[in-house]
């Protein structure tokens, strides 16, 4: 029997009698991911535990390690691992190294993996992939935390070839993308997950954008476990927020299911909440009053002035570190800054490793905009994690190369989403708070367009 279950955090299993899939392995519990940050929030399952390390391929979408989590990774080895075709294989090279059998798969290109089961890759700019399956006639869409950024067309036109089409995406109040922002008092600037955010209504926009028939809750089921991004667990998105605002002509499925296919009737699995007891960054090797040693800022203005992309876009890094701070220089004719305050051993090791995003995503570094309205001002953000870091793409010509290749795998749809996604910056710029109802309405029309 041919059947899809959605388990942790963003895993899918496929079965065609047997284990044929799993995407993005994380099990979680002793697996932490973002120096020890995050946990799974709820347990996976012996069963579906058994039938990961069964399944004939493994697909990773990136690098994140809540996706690709190098201990989980551990436990996989002799499996096929499946990736998708980004540009600079960072990923592919890693893994290759390290004496993995992988495969890349064609850019949307169809790839059988039973007579029942196929799948389609889809990369994206920011180092991030999707994976349609195609299950008999019953297409899932999993978009783990990649959006359908240039592809929105093309994956709606392939969902009219099916029955019945499921999306399974991040979605939520915000906190996977950072909300550790502090003014220039010292003091926490209240996340937008404060602004009452209809998460069903998020999902909705983007299930009619592409032609799907129903919503699971996909890619967002993580909680902190260190003491000192503990704070950060207000603004995870509880399940039952899910469902508010889908939209009465979508189903609504929860999270954690196995679907039969090709029937469609699904059975909720129920896993038990991961309990987990609050943990010092001290565990992790992390002591707030360790300071920089002399090697470590040359280390640290080595990685961003070899980044050729960024020196238009950012003046100034300050690096508060043992309760002193170290100035990287970038461009002295541009008044943008920003400050980290962040422990000694999770920064060199996330400058060591080029994983900088991941400091991010943690929580638990304190981050302070000198003339900057987000990190994302002029794309600083993008161009020194998803292209520099992941993309392999650091001067400008190389981002240029990097971003044509992708452009010309989307064709038309590059120009006018990024149109589209232009414009959407503009007006959230304009309308901060995301909770208004004229910024809910910007966004509907968002999606229509697109």
């Not at 392999?392 to 981002?399: D, F, G, K, N, P």
């Not at 309308?431 to 968002?446: C, D, E």
Request: proline share 4%; aromatic share 12%; glycine share 6%.
């Amino acid at each position: 029997m041919a059947r899809l279950t959605s388990i942790g955090n963003a895993t899918i299993l496929v079965y065609d009698d047997h284990p044929i899939l799993a995407t993005d392995p994380w099990f979680g519990d002793e697996d932490t991911a973002y120096f020890g940050s995050w946990n799974l929030s709820h347990e996976i399952p012996s069963q579906q535990q058994s039938d990961i390390l069964k399944s004939k391929y493994i697909w990773i979408s990136h690098g994140h390690p809540d996706h690709l989590n190098p201990d989980s990774l551990n436990r996989l080895r002799g499996k096929h691992i499946l990736l998708p075709d980004h540009v600079g294989a960072r990923i592919a090279k890693s893994l290759m190294e390290n004496s993995f059998d992988i495969t890349i798969l064609p850019d949307r290109q169809w790839v059988d993996l039973s007579s029942n089961v196929k799948i389609m890759c889809i990369t994206t700019h920011i180092q991030d992939a999707i994976l349609l399956i195609a299950i008999h006639d019953r297409l899932f869409l999993n978009l783990n935390d990649a959006g359908s950024r240039h592809c929105t067309r093309f994956i709606r036109k392939i969902s009219e070839e099916f029955s019945f089409t499921y999306l399974m995406s991040l979605s939520g109040y915000g906190d996977a993308g950072m909300v550790g922002f502090f003014d220039e008092a010292g003091h926490l600037v209240v996340p937008p997950a404060e602004s009452s955010v209809l998460v069903g209504e998020q999902l909705g926009h983007l299930a009619k954008s592409l032609n799907a028939d129903a919503v699971i809750p996909f890619s967002c089921f993580h909680q902190y476990q260190r003491t000192d991004s503990l704070w950060a667990q207000e603004y995870v998105t509880p399940l039952h927020a899910y469902q508010n605002g889908i939209p009465g002509d979508l189903e609504f499925i929860p999270p954690f299911v196995d679907i039969e296919c090709p029937s469609g009737s699904y059975t909720e699995l129920s896993p038990g909440r991961l309990e987990i007891s609050p943990k010092p960054p001290e565990v992790y090797g992390d002591n707030w009053s360790d300071e920089l040693e002399i090697e470590d800022r040359r280390v640290i203005d080595e990685y961003f002035l070899r980044k050729e992309s960024i020196q238009t876009r950012i003046g100034y890094v300050n690096f508060i570190v043992g309760g002193k701070t170290h100035t990287t220089c970038i461009n002295r004719n541009s008044q943008k800054g920003v400050s980290f305050e962040v422990p000694r051993l999770s920064l060199m090791t996330a400058i060591q490793q080029e994983i900088f995003e991941d400091l991010f995503i943690g929580n638990f570094m304190k981050t302070t905009l000198h003339n900057m309205r987000t990190l994302y001002d002029q794309n600083f953000a993008f161009y020194l994690t998803k292209y520099a870091d992941n993309g392999r793409a650091q001067t400008e010509l190389e981002v240029q190369e990097y971003l044509k290749e992708y452009q010309r795998r989307a064709g038309r749809e590059y120009i006018y989403e990024t149109f589209l996604d232009y414009s959407k910056l503009f007006v959230n710029r304009l309308l901060t708070n995301k909770g208004s109802k004229t910024r809910r309405r910007m966004r509907s029309i968002y999606y229509r367009l697109r």
